[in-house]
Each structure stands twice: as C-alpha cells, then as structure tokens.
C-alpha cells in the first residue's frame, strides 16, 4: 500500500512539473512557476531511485516537449540541473548552508553559461538584446510623452550601461532567491509528506555573517572613494556589483540582529518583521548589520 502511495505521489509530482513547465512559457506567470519549478524535480530525485527518478524525467520532459515545442525543454534542462544537485545532497544529509550555496552557484554558472553559448553558438548577444530592448522602451515612453522633459539618449545610454554592468548581481540575486524558495518549500514537503529529516537553516535570531566581510566592505568603500571617471574598467564593474551585494547582505544581518533582540526583550514575532520593512527600503540601515557583524554588541542586549 506504502508502495502504491509513494507512486501516486511521484506520478503527481511529475503532472506537477509538466504544469510549471507549461507556465513557464506565460508572461508574468513564468515568475511564478520559475519560483516552484524545482521543487517536483527535488522531491522526485530525493524519494525515488536513479533509474525510476530518470524514467519520470523523460516521460515528464517528453510530454512536455511534445506539448510546447524545445523552448519548455530548455527550461526543464536547465532547472533539472540544480534539482540534481540539492536533491543529491539532501540524500547526503548535507546542511542547509551548504545546499543553499552550492545550488545557488550551480544557477549561477548556468546562467552565465548560457550567455556564453548564446553568443557563441547563436551568435545572439542576450545583454546587448536587453539593451536595445530598454532603448525602444525608453523611445515609446518619451514619445508617448510619459519620460521627463530633459531626459536625454546620454541619460538612456548611461543607464544602459549600469545595467549592463550590473548583470552579475542580478544573476547573484536571482540564483539565491530561487535557491532559497526551492530549499523551502522542498524541505517543508519532504518532511511532512514523506517523512525525511532535512536540516533547516538557523534561526533568524541566530543568524551571523563572517567578520571577514566587513573588511571586504570597508575595502570596497575606500576604493569606491579613490576611483577615477573610468567606468568601464575591471575594478570599477566589480565595485558596481560588490557594494550592492555587501549591503544586502548587511541588510539580512541586520534583520537577524532585530530578531535576536526581539528574542531577548520578549516582543512579539511581528516587531522584528515590521522593522525589516524600513532595512530594505532604507540602505544605510544595513550599517546595524555591519556594526553587528563586526562587534558583539547583543551582549548588551542578552538576558542576565
């Protein structure tokens, strides 16, 4: 009977993985389903043997290929891949940082990949595509009269640039929060459904980032100060995405620090939410995050 469960269990996850594919191919949607894609194919590799696991993923590629053409097939590839992984090391019993970052990196240098192959095998180059698309944008906006009097093609070209330059952090960005909604809702469903111990990350309260990472912001801030109007150059693009990174980072430090004073003060579980809100909205707030990062200043606030 446990047998003939854990198959109507996976034949359902493999209809799940055909939906999400399927959405992947709707606008806005594809948010959504990007988000959920590679929860079906964890929850497949972790519960069932390789060969029944490879079977599913044919099958599910399969009718999805045949009910939307290659471009599905290229998302299933593509988010297959991570899945693999995370699942391989929630099978190893491996912590939760250690799975998030892994799978975060493995993304990432998916992404990066693909630029690469696009250029060199299609000839396409997706980042200058982005560019011309925001131009046109941009063009139909100012003649629709919806863009400011004195923005200019300078202003445009300008912006394009930061943009551009600024693509690694959004890849960083996107791999971790795709990584992270993978891990948790995966995790919540293995547990629950099927009875698996998958570690969790620490409390929020618990949460401490290495002090090695204040010198890298501090460094990086300095450098900031001391660079000419070249923007083009190597250390300029990695100043562009490297402070950003760092004060999100310090950001998520500085909620962990609201939580652990909450913890002690015996708040309510809402106070420390509430006071994320203004953190993201308001970078220089992630100075608490470095400051906490850097001293041990929660002694001053733990219980005697």
């Known amino acids: 009977m446990n047998g003939l469960n854990t198959g109507l269990k996976s034949v359902l996850w493999s209809a799940a993985a055909i939906v999400l594919l399927l959405m992947m191919t709707i606008p806005v949607i594809n948010i959504l389903a990007s988000v959920l894609i590679m929860v079906p194919f964890i929850v497949l590799y972790t519960t069932l043997p390789r060969k029944l696991f ?8 399969g009718l999805a290929y045949a009910l939307m053409g290659p471009a599905v097939l290229i998302f299933g590839l593509f988010f297959l891949v991570p899945s693999i992984v995370a ?4 099978q190893r019993k491996a912590q939760a940082r250690t799975v998030l970052t892994v799978t975060t990196i493995v993304l990432l240098a998916q992404m990066l990949l693909e630029l690469l192959l696009f250029s ?3 000839r396409v180059s997706l980042v ?13 906006l100012g003649q629709q009269g919806l863009m400011p009097p004195v923005w200019n093609d300078a202003m445009t070209d300008a912006l394009i640039k930061l943009m551009m330059q600024s693509i690694p952090l959004v890849f960083i960005i996107l791999s971790f929060v795709l990584a992270v909604s993978a891990h948790w809702i995966s995790r919540r469903v293995l547990n629950r ?3 698996q111990e998958i ?12 002090k090695s990472l204040v010198f890298y912001y501090v460094a990086a801030l300095i450098l900031e100060l001391f660079m000419t109007g070249d923007h083009n150059s190597y250390i300029s693009v990695v ?3 490297m402070i950003p990174l760092l004060r999100l980072v310090f950001a998520i430090q500085t909620v962990g620090f609201f939580f652990f004073v909450a913890d002690q003060k015996r708040w309510h579980k809402a106070v420390p939410l509430l006071l994320a809100v203004p953190v993201f909205l308001f970078p220089p707030l992630s100075l608490i995050g470095v400051l906490d990062t850097a001293f041990p200043i929660r002694k001053s606030f733990k219980r005697t």
């Open 120 to 122: 060199a095998i299609l």
């Open 54 to 61: 490879a079977l599913y993923v044919v099958i599910t590629l």
């Open 193 to 195: 459904a099927y009875g």
């Open 239 to 241: 100043l562009i995405n």
């Open 128 to 140: 200058s595509e982005l560019g011309n698309l925001f131009r046109n944008s941009v063009r139909e």
């Open 87 to 90: 699942g391989h090391m929630y």
């Open 199 to 210: 570690s969790g990350m620490p409390h929020a309260k618990d949460w401490m980032m290495p």
